[in-house]
């Protein structure tokens, strides 16, 4: 099983976890999405596409843009839709 937890707070946790590039993307469903907030962030990867991001807020705490998602990948990325990644001091184990 694999967690993503930051500020003492378990943020997602699944079995089911697809690792790209390092990154453990994990299935919008195993997401506790109370701790997310949408954000206006967005980026672009030359071979994923357009990704979008969230910020996590646990107990009063904010961390700025540390999830990310890929809501329409392209097709070579397609087992990864919108699945999301984290960053930013968020420890996945």
């Not at 500020?7 to 997401?31: C, L, R, W």
């Not at 910020?55 to 087992?79: C, F, H, M, Q, R």
Request: aromatic share 12%.
């Amino acid at each position: 099983m694999t967690a993503a937890i930051w500020n003492g707070a378990t943020i997602a946790q699944s079995d089911k976890t697809i690792v790209v590039e390092g990154n453990h993307y994990f299935p919008p469903g195993s997401v506790n999405m109370e701790f997310l907030r949408p954000s206006a962030t967005t980026s672009v990867c030359p071979w994923k596409g357009a990704a979008r991001y969230h910020s996590l807020v646990v107990d009063g705490e904010t961390n700025v843009d540390a999830a990310w998602y890929y809501p329409k990948p392209s097709a070579a990325a397609a087992n990864i839709e919108s699945y999301v990644a984290f960053w930013k001091g968020v420890e996945v184990n």
